[in-house]
């Protein structure tokens, strides 16, 4: 069974920046597809970004030039390095992760951002 374990939410001033860290466990195939996802209150689940194991990379409009996804493939973790923080971005964030085979998600973090 999949299991992902988010870390690196907190609380942060506008402008300010954070990191978030997943890390994925249980499946003996390659976590090919990685990605972020948050939901605000009242909102739906959105997608933030996402990278596959050659490194391809897509994120939300709204993020691009302020988040940037990574990972380490050995260590089968994946981040979401975020700069720039505006109060708009506050929300659960969640991790993705799918080796092709089947996936699922983290149980989130927090980020609240405030001004």
């Known amino acids: 069974q999949v299991q992902l374990v988010e870390s690196g939410g907190g609380l942060v001033q506008a402008g300010g920046s954070l990191r978030l860290s997943c890390v994925a466990s249980?499946?003996?195939?390659?976590?090919?597809?990685m990605a972020w996802y948050r939901q605000a209150p009242g909102m739906q689940r959105e997608l933030v970004a996402s990278i596959n194991s050659g490194g391809v990379s897509y994120s939300l409009n709204s993020v691009k030039g302020r988040f940037t996804i990574s990972r380490d493939i050995d260590k089968n973790t994946v981040y979401l390095q975020m700069d720039n923080l505006n109060v708009e971005d506050t929300a659960v964030y969640y991790c993705?992760?799918?080796?092709?085979?089947?996936?699922?998600y983290g149980r989130g973090t927090q980020v609240t951002v405030f001004s």
């Open positions: 993705y992760a799918d080796t092709g085979y089947g996936g699922g």
């Open positions: 249980g499946s003996d195939f390659n976590f090919d597809h």
